[in-house]
Structures are given as C-alpha cells and as structure tokens.
C-alpha cells in the first residue's frame, strides 16, 4: 500500500530518510520542506573550510534539491514548517514568496535538528560575534576573516566544534584563545590523560587555553572589542559562540513526548510517542548500548542511521535500530583522537562498578623505523560482568579502524576477556606481532 509521506527538513537525517524511500519503496507520493537554501551540508567539514585545508565547500555537499526530485520526490526549500495539527494529519508551510502550504500526510518524518545555544549575555548581538552551525556561518566568517583587522579570535566553548575552529583560526593567521567554563578541553568524549595531550597540543601551537572560565559579557562599541569572564578578560576582534546545541522540536506542539532534554523521545523503529510520526537525527533520541538505556547523541553519523531506519519504517518495512555507542573522532595537527562508548569518569558518574586499562605502544615492530607512532589506548570495561563500556585511542598514525571493533564490541556485549587472544593478523607494514589491543585486554 503507497503512501503519503511528509519529511520536515533535509539536511543529513532527512536526506537520509529521502533517499531510502525514494531508492527503496517506489510509488511513494514524497514531499519534504526546508527553511534552509541547501541540502546535505557536511558541518563537520566546517573546520577544514575555513582553515583553508580543502579548496572550497563544494565537497561538502552530497545532495540537493534537483537529484531528490530526479528520484520523484517534491522538495521544498527557504518553506519553514509553521505548524503540524497531528490529529487531522496536516502539515502548515510557508515560503519566503508567502505562498502558504497546507500539505496532508499518511506518515510523517521530523528531520528538524538542532540550534545553537546562545547564552543571554550582555554583547551576544555586537558584530563579528559568530555561530558557526550552516554553510551561510561559515561564509561569513570566511568574508569576515578577510578583513586585516581582525586578527584576535576567541572561541567559546572546547568541545569538538571549539578545537577544530581553534585550529582553524591558527591556520588562517590568527591569534586564538580558547575558552571553556571545564577543566579542559573535549571532555564528554575522553578522560583527562587523553584531553590533557590535546590540551598541550593545542597550546603547542600556539592557543591560548583559558579552560575553567566563565564568560560573562562581551564588550564593544559595534563591533566586539573584548570578552569578559570571570577570571580575565581578553582582546578580540572576533568571538565564536561553540557552546553546544540543542534539539530543535518546537514542532511538537506538546503533543510528542519528550526526553529530559528536550529531544523527541523515539522508540527503536525512530516512531515518536504519536503513530505514524518518526523524529530523526538531532531533534530526537537514541538508543545507547553502552548504558543500555535512551540517550541524547547528536552525530552525523547517528543521523543518517536513524534517517534509514525511519525511512524503512514509514514504508511499512519493519527495520529496527541496533543502537548506537557514541563514536567519534577528532584530528587537530596530526593528532588523532577517537571514542566510543563511556568514559570512565562517565561510568563512575553513572555509578557503575567500571574499571579501565591502559596500554600505550607503537603501531609497528621497532624494526618499521620509518613512519611508526606510537598508539595509546583505554579500555573501560565493568568489573563484574567484564563487558567492554568503551574505549579511547590516540595516535600520530591513522588507528580509526581499530575504533570500529570496539564500537561492536560495545554493542555486542563483549567482554574484554575476549579480547585477549582475539586474531588480528600480523604484517609489519600494518603492527606487530601481539597487537597492542590484545596486550591493553591482557592487563585486566
């Protein structure tokens, strides 16, 4: 049975969803809207665009309006989404030409994402005080930057976001000063043995860390002059507002039930609380393996992954999440930084009986004398059962893949017994004869 089916934004989630029902389920009458100008923009690029490592922000794309309705859907875009009235099944729109929408649906997918946090702090509307979330973000400080005289930049906020821009900033010529109300930098991803490598890294090259500050105010005339916290106050010619994000569910009109952050509160088929209404990527939750239990995790990666299942879902094709474990990564200046699952602060927060192990060698064998780093790696794993609850690498090399073992790991119950004498294959050009992850699993 064809169906009626309404998608409400389009970037990764929504386009996610778009493509698995336009590919997969023919017949389907498809219509999506968006307030954006743009489809599929790949945020996490962002960094790499302003600090000028790629040559522009067309790779950063990989969809748009013109090949969704190539595949038969009807796309929408600059139509924000005003209203939905869920018991009569209407979706309510309106274009920037102020033609109003008034579109029905058999089923419904919510692909709103998420907004910037923007504190209520004395200079948050001066000039040259930048969020940095959409492509037109980027472009502008990109023109802004442009400008000799903008030669101070101070980034709030160290998390993934924060460290790339302030890598970025670097690159582009600039004095940098990075500042977090935290201890230190990255640290809902990784325990402090691994956030203080970063932290030296960062100032290696030249960023000014100012971690365990508030910022209380912003000060200028038009344009920002200078950014107060409650320790110091430091010079700027620009300030980026990195803060964090929030779910963007405005549209629940208090009729979907909500987590306690505000996300829409979804099952494992990405259905809401309402039937025949699925809510994907940043607007809505996930299912975490590591805590066994509902969670809030925004990811790119998490987005395209519940788009697909609500995708199958909607078309009558039953299709249930697995879950996700949170895995990440960053890479500033050659240091390569990846996680999943929990920390262990995270885990003794949780109140969890977790313990953790460290190990730190070097990829290859002694002999491999060229282009041979070291690797360091946490395993946290629960004393009792001796379930892996999540790991933590680092390294000058390029471990990402090692990161995808555990993530199933995680997922898959696997104890860290298991991974003693677990068999991965030795070649010299790749590690050494007893994996430093078989050696890591030994010392629990």
């Known amino acids: 049975m064809m169906s009626k089916i309404v998608v409400v934004g389009a970037n990764h989630a929504g386009t996610a969803a778009l493509n698995t029902i336009l590919d997969n389920f023919k017949g389907n009458e498809v219509t999506a809207f968006d307030s954006n100008s743009n489809i599929s923009f790949l945020g996490c690029g962002m960094a790499l665009w302003i600090g000028k490592q790629i040559s522009g922000p067309e790779g950063l794309f990989y969809s748009n309006k013109e090949k969704l309705e190539n595949k038969g859907a009807r796309i929408f875009m600059e139509t924000p989404v005003e209203s939905i009235d869920y018991e009569n099944k209407v979706v309510h729109a309106k274009g920037e030409d102020g033609t109003e929408y008034h579109e029905s649906y058999d089923k419904l ?96 090259h030249g960023v000014k860390v100012a971690f365990e500050e508030t910022v209380q105010r912003i000060e200028g005339k038009e344009k920002v002059e200078k950014v107060i916290t409650d320790k110091s106050e430091y010079k700027a ?45 940043d607007c809505a939750t996930v299912y975490d393996n590591s805590i066994q239990e509902v969670n809030y995790i925004a990811l790119a990666s998490n987005a395209v992954r519940s788009g697909i299942v609500a995708g199958n879902n909607s078309c009558g094709k039953e299709l249930e999440s697995g879950g996700v474990q949170g895995s990440n990564g960053i890479s500033i200046w050659g240091v390569n930084m990846l996680s999943t699952g929990l920390t262990l602060a995270k885990a003794e927060k949780l109140g969890l009986n977790a313990a953790a192990v460290d190990y730190e060698d070097y990829q290859k064998p002694g002999f491999m004398e060229e282009n041979n780093h070291k690797v360091k790696i946490k395993i946290v794993y629960d004393k009792k059962s001796r379930v892996v609850l999540g790991a933590q690498m680092t390294s000058e090399y390029d471990i990402s893949m090692g990161l995808h073992m555990f993530s199933l790991a995680i997922q898959e119950k696997v104890t860290i017994d298991k991974l003693k004498l677990v068999d991965l294959f030795f070649l010299p050009h790749f590690n050494q004869p007893y994996s430093y992850i078989a050696l890591a699993a030994q010392q629990a």
């Open 109 to 204: 997918i919510l692909a709103t994402g998420s907004v910037p946090i923007v504190p209520n702090i004395e200079g948050i509307h001066l000039k040259n005080v930048q969020l940095v979330k959409l492509y037109q973000n980027a472009e502008e400080v990109i023109e802004k930057l442009k400008d000799e005289t903008v030669k101070e930049v101070v980034v709030v906020g160290a998390g993934y976001i924060g460290v790339e821009l302030a890598e970025a900033f670097v690159r582009c010529g600039k004095e940098v000063t990075l500042v977090d109300c935290a201890e230190t930098c990255l640290s809902g991803y990784y325990d402090k043995d691994f956030t203080d490598i970063m932290r030296e890294n960062l100032k290696k």
């Open 237 to 281: 010619d620009m300030v980026i507002m990195a803060i964090g994000f929030k779910p963007n569910t405005a549209l629940g009109n208090s009729k979907l039930a909500l987590f306690k952050n505000g996300a829409f509160l979804v099952d494992k088929h990405q259905e809401t609380s309402v039937k025949g209404v699925y809510a994907v990527g």
